[in-house]
């Protein structure tokens, strides 16, 4: 994953302004990841517009579906301190994240070896960036391999906004330290403000 370097003049909108937005851009757009990219950094979301959408679970990050479509989906995830993913892919479909409300850590990670059917993997550390209100990022199509946290050193909670394209139910986990790697399927916890069922 790539964060951004761009300065550019944004605006405050809502989240429906931002469902607006993503559903005027074309087909191709969702193809270069540089598109919606521009989209995220111009456009920021009022935390408040959110509030609607947003539940909390000591226990596990939180995955509430905004808007969905044939051709991507919009969700927010709900950190409390010190949460974190799997290391995970995105089954090959590009990915946006922002963070309108705190911050978050992206490790990214090399894959060395995969072997699904064996659920045997290798992969080895590599950048790592910090997102927050004024970085969103992309994942990066040739190493889409990563983890996200909310670090218990910044002591807060956070919210993180992603765009995938197309959307996926599924995704591969790794583990770094057992060499392993299977598919999991995913979940909402929440569907248009609906509860649903915790991640997995």
């Known amino acids: 994953m790539k964060a951004s370097d761009q300065s550019a003049a944004h605006t405050l909108c809502s989240v429906e302004d931002l469902v607006q937005e993503l559903d005027r851009l074309p087909q191709?757009?969702?193809?270069?990841?540089?598109?919606?990219?521009?989209?995220?950094?111009?456009?920021?979301v009022?935390?408040?517009?959110?509030?609607?959408?947003?539940?909390?679970d000591k226990q596990h990050y939180t995955r509430n579906l905004?808007?969905?479509?044939?051709?991507?989906?919009?969700?927010?995830?709900?950190?409390e301190p010190g949460q974190f993913s799997s290391?995970?892919?995105?089954?090959?479909?590009?990915?946006?994240?922002?963070?309108?409300?705190?911050?978050?850590?992206?490790?990214?990670?090399?894959?060395?070896?995969?072997?699904?059917?064996?659920g045997?993997?290798?992969?080895?550390t590599s950048d790592r960036l910090e997102m927050d209100v004024d970085r969103p990022a992309a994942v990066d199509p040739e190493n889409p391999v990563h983890c996200v946290y909310n670090t218990a050193e910044f002591n807060q909670r956070a919210v993180s906004l992603h765009v995938?394209?197309?959307?996926?139910?599924?995704?591969?986990?790794?583990?770094?330290?057992?060499?392993?790697?299977?598919v999991i399927n995913l979940q909402y916890t929440t569907e248009y403000n609906s509860p649903r069922t915790k991640p997995l």
């Open 46 to 56: 009022k935390p408040n517009t959110l509030n609607p959408f947003l539940t909390w």
């Open 66 to 79: 905004i808007h969905k479509t044939d051709l991507y989906e919009l969700i927010a995830i709900c950190w």
């Open 28 to 44: 191709s757009a969702f193809s270069d990841v540089q598109n919606v990219l521009r989209i995220l950094i111009s456009s920021r």
């Open 87 to 118: 290391i995970h892919n995105h089954q090959d479909q590009n990915c946006w994240m922002a963070a309108p409300v705190g911050r978050l850590v992206v490790q990214n990670y090399r894959v060395l070896f995969q072997n699904i059917e064996q």
């Open 164 to 182: 995938y394209s197309r959307p996926f139910d599924k995704c591969v986990v790794y583990s770094q330290e057992q060499g392993t790697c299977g």
């Open 120 to 124: 045997r993997c290798a992969l080895e």
